[in-house]
């Protein structure tokens, strides 16, 4: 008899390969999904700081005195707010130029809100003067 030398792998290897193979893709595949997922919240919360500065941008130039709450939409996002009077008003004097004035601060608090993330809410204290009236 001859000795027969083996050429190729044999079955069990090939499925032993194999095997290992689609672990190795299964733990890939789960860890470009993760990272597509935080890209995609990484994106939701870019755009969700965007409303906010547009609507706190939007709301300096608010009268609270007059308006204490309303609501609205901004690029894609329902939002509502309230003003609440914080303290009383300080007087600050009047001089040869100057009438005087009230100077009175209020507390803006804004909910955001879109079809997709919770809501969130976020405050603000802005300082008003009004003319001080003799």
């Known amino acids: 008899m001859r000795n027969q030398r083996q ?6 290897e090939v499925l032993v390969a194999t095997a290992i193979l689609i672990a190795s893709m ?3 595949l789960q860890l470009f999904n993760a990272g597509l997922n935080g890209m995609h919240r990484a994106g939701r919360a870019q755009h ?8 706190f941008n939007a709301l300096q130039l608010v009268n609270p005195s007059a308006d204490t709450q309303r609501s ?8 509502e707010w309230d003003a609440e009077r914080i303290g009383t008003p300080y ?13 009175q601060l209020y507390r803006f608090v804004v909910r955001v809100s879109d079809e997709i993330n919770e809501p969130t809410t976020f405050e603000f204290i802005r300082m008003i003067h009004q003319p001080a009236i003799r």
């Open 7 to 12: 050429q190729g792998f044999t079955l069990v």
């Open 26 to 28: 299964g733990v890939i």
């Open 48 to 55: 969700m700081l965007l409303a906010q500065r547009h609507i």
């Open 72 to 79: 609205g939409e901004i690029i894609g996002f329902q939002y």
């Open 91 to 103: 007087f600050i004097q009047a001089n040869e130029t100057f009438a005087g004035t009230n100077l």
